[in-house]
Every structure is written in C-alpha cells, then in structure tokens.
C-alpha cells in the first residue's frame, strides 16, 4: 500500500530540513563538519525539493512544467556555486534561466505586470542593492549581473503580482506562497551578492542558505497540495 500524501510531504519536508542542516553547517561551520559534506547534502536538499514539488500540481500542469524547470536549473546552479570563484558565472547563468521559467510559471496564472505596484517595489530594493555593490563589480560580470538582478527582481514581481491579483480567489493560498518564495529569494540573493562584492557578512553561508531553500520550498509549495 502506497503512503499516503499528506505521509510522503511529511517524510519530504523532514528530510529535507535535515539535509539542508547538514548543508549549512558543513558549509558555514567546518569546525562542526566536514566542508566536504555540503558537497553531497546542497545539491541532495534541493533534489529533495524537487521531489517535493514533482508530486503536486496535477491542476496546473503549465505552472507545474515551468516551476520544476525553474528548480532543475537551479540544482545545476547549486553544484555549480559550490566552486565561489570559478563556478559564479554558470551559476549566475543557471539561477538566471531560473527566474525566467519562474516568471514564465507564475504568468501562467496572471498576465505579466497584472499589479504593477509589486514591480516598482522590488525594482527600488534592486536599485538600492546594485547602488550598494557596483563600485565593486568587476567589469566584466558587471552586465550579466544587472540582467540577473532584473530577472529576480520580476520574478519576486510577479509572483505578488499573482497573489495581490487573486485577493479572494481559489488560487490566492497558492499565489501567497510563491509571494514569500519570491521575498525570500531576493534577500537570500541579496547577502550573498553582498557577502560577495562587498562583504564579508559574518555567517554569510548560514544565512544565505537559510533564506534559500524555504524560498524554493514556499516556491514548490505554489503548485498546491498531491491528489490522493
């Protein structure tokens, strides 16, 4: 007999909470863990959030397609962050079309800018985060870091834009997920840009980590609950 839904997310959300544990402190704290454990427990915790969101969103099957590319792309970014230095640019890349399949989800649901107010709100936070670090940005990731920022940026957008344009509508729950997730993913990208171009942040692992996955896994959760 097959677990049940609601037995299997339980199990899921566990595991991945133990894995993304694991990955933060072998990552953040080597004198607690071997550094080498993060490079088995990152890419696993996202592969589990992956999981986690490959069960659900049989009503929506474009929103479905577009946010478990968004996560594919982002695992490959993942592994790829795990070498900071030579392992940026294709992670920079990968999270980029990562966005982009987002925004693509979530306009499956409501027209591209449908509230515009959202747009100009995290335009002001990339404005002011790119102000902060560009004195700092070499030349060369100077373009390809704006793009990034533009695309995550709209992402957050218009994942908003989604739940404020469902206000008392079936979908609005869904809509409030993807809304944090998107929050959650600009702050995560934000340290870790800082930490990066302008830093060091004390803890910045921990913390960038900490704020990444819960924002994949309030993105994953978007896609509404497994059918029996």
């Known amino acids: ?19 993304a544990a694991v990955a933060i402190l072998a990552l953040s704290q080597p ?8 490079f088995v427990f990152k890419p696993l ?21 577009w946010l478990r590319a968004g996560l594919l792309c982002s695992l490959v970014g993942d592994i790829a962050l795990l070498w ?4 940026f ?43 902060r670090l560009w004195p700092n940005i070499p030349a060369a990731l100077q373009a390809p870091v704006v793009v990034y920022v533009v695309c995550l940026a709209a992402m ?5 834009a989604w739940w404020r344009g469902s206000v008392g509508q079936p979908d609005e729950p869904l809509a409030r ?12 990208d934000a340290m870790l840009a800082i930490n990066k171009f302008a830093g060091p942040l004390d803890m910045a692992s921990f913390w960038v980590l900490a704020s990444y996955w819960p924002a994949q896994w309030c993105i994953a959760s978007s896609l509404g609950r497994p059918r029996a």
Request: hydrophobic residues 55%.
């Open 89 to 131: 640019l294709p992670g920079l890349v990968s999270f980029l079309v990562a966005h982009v399949c987002y925004i693509a989800g979530f306009c499956t649901r409501k027209r591209l800018g449908a509230v515009r107010w959202p747009f100009l709100m995290f335009g002001v936070i990339a404005a002011a985060v790119l102000g």
């Open 177 to 188: 997920w993807a809304a944090w997730g998107g929050t959650l993913f600009v702050l995560s």
């Open 156 to 160: 957050a957008a218009q994942a908003w």
């Open 1 to 19: 007999m097959s677990a049940s839904p609601a037995k299997s997310t339980a199990v899921l959300s566990l595991l991945a909470v133990l894995s």
């Open 31 to 38: 004198a607690q863990l071997p550094p080498a454990l993060g």
């Open 84 to 87: 900071p230095e030579q392992g």
């Open 45 to 65: 915790t996202t592969i589990l959030i992956l999981a986690y969101a490959w069960r659900r969103g049989a009503a929506e099957p474009r929103l479905a397609r």
